[in-house]
């Protein structure tokens, strides 16, 4: 592999349009494109060969970060989770970071993909494809009008839970040992929103969800089971994580795995402390793969939203990753199936074009 930014990474999760948020929301968006601090800007992407992912709109929780952070290099912790988000708050942080998002496409950082096929076009293009992705749907009704609407605007991936309970169901809180056996699963309402997705074309991402949630996704749903930023509970039993059971159903719906790059989610200790080597993640990538199949593995990284890996602080340091698969012994065929293939075929297959 001459070219170190090659083949181009298409990533399952990024955290970027919060950070935009946060920073001052649209009054900042430029600095996307002029440099920013931060794991993704235009100039890192092009110099790690980053080409695009889902970003992700998420609305935070009043959080004590320092407190989260400090508990969380423990041998052992147990975050209480977040109480649920009304959609009157929730609605219009949505709106304001789908606005961030429109803003950059507008400014001619990225297009928003409505496609497999579009993206392929973006990406050969050499340019930034980004799938409108909703990770925790408190901004989504009851009656699911929002959701038609959103869907128009773009939306095309949606997680029905972050951490915290939504009217859809409930997700696993960062806990550490632990399984994502910890609760109910999904709702009625939950119920309804995996069949609209489905008829609509809007993929369900079951990261975060606790197991029973899981389940019932995997029964209701006719799609591909898709986790698009979670690990091997088998290496890291974190509750966020992935146990083997869950990853032969997905292979069995011919789904897909992102590997998440939370350095909290890959050490065998499941502390967030970020002198990971990247053989552990080679760890979890070689699971995960005897597990799924090469056809069934991605990247899903969580940058802009976790402590990841020294090597991996940003999108400039991909390189080093494909490196470290090449040195491992993945061929060129499968680096690039990890990278973006195996996204686009997922992606092809959940909607229809």
């Not at 990024?14 to 430029?30: E, H, S």
């Amino acid at each position: 592999m001459t070219d170190p930014t090659a083949p181009v990474v298409f990533d399952g999760h990024n955290d970027v349009l919060l950070k935009l948020y946060r920073a001052g929301g649209l009054a900042v968006a430029d600095s996307f494109l002029t440099g920013r601090v931060g794991a993704i800007d235009a100039a890192r992407a092009k110099a790690g060969g980053f080409g695009g992912g889902f970003f992700a709109v998420y609305i935070p929780s009043p959080t004590d970060l320092d407190f989260k952070t400090e508990q969380m290099t423990k041998p052992s912790y147990d975050l209480p989770l977040p109480d649920p988000i009304d959609w009157e708050d929730a609605f219009p942080v949505v709106m304001a970071q789908a606005a961030i998002l429109f803003d950059l496409e507008k400014r001619g950082a990225l297009t928003v993909c409505r496609s497999a096929a579009q993206i392929r076009d973006v990406l050969k293009a050499g340019q930034m494809a980004a799938i409108f992705h909703i990770e925790g749907a408190e901004a989504i009704d009851a009656e699911l009008n929002t959701l038609e609407v959103l869907y128009q605007a773009g939306l095309r991936s949606l997680g029905p839970v972050w951490s915290r309970s939504t009217i859809f169901g409930h997700g696993v809180p960062f806990r550490y040992p632990s399984t994502g056996d910890i609760g109910d699963g999904l709702t009625d309402h939950g119920l309804r929103l995996i069949r609209r997705c489905n008829e609509l074309g809007i993929m369900v991402d079951l990261s975060h969800l606790n197991e029973a949630g899981f389940w019932d996704v995997a029964r209701h749903s006719t799609k591909p089971l898709v986790a698009t930023h979670s690990n091997a509970h088998a290496i890291c039993s974190h509750s966020r994580n992935l146990t083997d059971k869950q990853l032969a159903a997905i292979r069995e719906s011919d789904g897909m795995v992102g590997l998440n790059f939370a350095v909290a989610f890959l050490r065998d200790d499941g502390r967030m402390v970020a002198d990971v080597p990247l053989e552990q993640m080679l760890r979890h990538l070689d699971h995960l793969i005897d597990h799924l199949g090469e056809d069934r593995v991605g990247l899903g990284s969580d940058y802009d939203g976790a402590i990841v890996p020294e090597d991996l602080t940003s999108c400039a340091g991909l390189p080093k990753l494909r490196h470290a698969m090449a040195q491992h012994g993945y061929g060129e065929a499968l680096i690039a199936k990890l990278c973006q293939e195996n996204w686009l075929r997922v992606l092809e297959k959940t909607w229809g074009q």
